[in-house]
């Protein structure tokens, strides 16, 4: 399973901006995905968590994005999104896309990545 983020780039505070990803899984592949989601990473910090979303739905936020970022998955199309709303300079960062693949035959690394995309606020 691999993971392609695309979406990203520059605007101002206030603005909105969408990031996509999109895990390629072979046509009778025995992996499904589970929790898919988006870390971000800016320089200097360590990763954090932005949003998780579960095969069913159901969702979690980081404190600092809630109300603001809405993240969706497509599980026919195998796609996550997150659109960022009222963007602010502490949102600047590098984005990460990551899915949960089962079955896992490494617990607990259970998890693949995307290459990440740059997200830059100008205030």
């Known amino acids: 399973v691999q993971l392609q983020a695309s979406g990203g780039g520059l605007v101002q505070t206030g603005e909105s901006l969408t990031v996509s990803c999109a895990a390629s899984v072979d046509s009778g592949s025995i992996f499904t995905l589970a929790r898919m989601g988006w870390y971000r990473q800016a320089p200097g910090k360590q990763r954090e968590l932005v949003a998780l979303?579960?095969?069913?739905?159901?969702?979690n936020y980081a404190d600092a994005v809630k109300g603001r970022f809405t993240i969706s998955r497509d599980n026919a199309k195998n796609t996550v999104t997150l659109q960022m709303n009222r963007l602010n300079a502490n949102d600047t960062s590098v984005y990460y896309c990551?899915?949960?693949?089962?079955?896992?035959?490494?617990?607990?690394?259970?998890?693949?990545w995307g290459q990440g995309t740059q997200v830059t606020v100008s205030s």
């Open positions: 979303i579960t095969k069913s739905g159901a969702t």
């Open positions: 990551t899915a949960e693949v089962l079955p896992c035959f490494k617990p607990p690394d259970c998890n693949v």
